[in-house]
């Protein structure tokens, strides 16, 4: 199985600030027959189910706001969330869709500072 | 409008069977897939099992011994049965749809399962 890692579990912010958080695959995620990255970032806030934000790595699901970028390539990942607003207070996983089972990472609470 | 709801017994017995059901609208089940992901009280979300359009199953391998996944399209329906149910099965238990790209795209709102006697 695929094992994703990410970090930090938790990060306390002010609004307005830009966060970063990583994802590292246990193999690579980038299918050499699209060149693309087989990774999702999933936001979760308390009591709701996951809502899709960016798959492919990088491509910001419909509606999503452009505050939130998804980059990296291979192995390692990065959901940046510029000048963080209250409503993004939650909790974020990455997902693998390369093979699977479709593992999570354990996921990183945003949380107000 | 794309929707898909589950539903099932809110309470379950240690060693009994659990069997959820995943109502879609909006979309067919001969186009894309049905994924199941579960979430234990206050932790992170464990993918359990995928049925493609194409009727066929993949398993998490933890869970493939108790696992099953179905579904009849003509009801827009997608099961889920799992035996040997335990405590650490306590969890909420979602369905979220996937194109053949598989990114689980829509989920449901989930249902919450507790495994006691």
């Known amino acids: 199985d695929i094992v994703m890692t990410q970090s930090p579990s938790s990060l306390a912010v002010s609004a307005g600030e830009t966060v970063t958080i990583n994802c590292k695959s246990s193999q690579s995620l980038l299918y050499s027959g699209n060149q693309k990255n087989y990774l999702a970032w999933y936001q979760q806030k308390p009591g709701q189910s996951p809502k899709l934000l960016i798959y492919?790595?990088?491509t910001r699901q419909s509606g999503v706001p452009d505050r939130f970028i998804g980059s990296g390539s291979g192995t390692d990942f990065t959901l940046t969330i510029s000048s963080v607003q209250a409503e993004d207070l939650a909790i974020y996983y990455c997902q693998q869709y390369y093979d699977t089972p479709y593992t999570f990472g354990a996921g990183t609470k945003l949380e107000l500072k | 409008q794309v929707q898909l709801k589950e539903s099932g017994p809110g309470l379950v017995q240690p060693s009994q069977t659990l069997s959820l059901t995943c109502t879609v609208a909006g979309f067919s089940l001969t186009s894309y897939n049905v994924h199941w992901v579960r979430q234990p009280p206050g932790k992170g979300l464990e993918w359990m099992g995928v049925i493609w359009n194409t009727g066929g199953t993949r398993y998490n391998s933890a869970l493939k011994s108790r696992l099953s996944i179905s579904k009849d399209t003509s009801k827009s329906q997608v099961f889920l049965k799992m035996n040997s149910l335990q405590t650490e099965d306590t969890a909420t238990y979602y369905c979220?749809?996937?194109?053949?790209?598989?990114?689980?795209?829509?989920w449901g709102q989930g249902v919450m399962v507790t495994v006691s006697s």
């Open positions: 979220a749809r996937s194109s053949t790209t598989g990114i689980p795209d829509y």
């Open positions: 492919w790595a990088s």
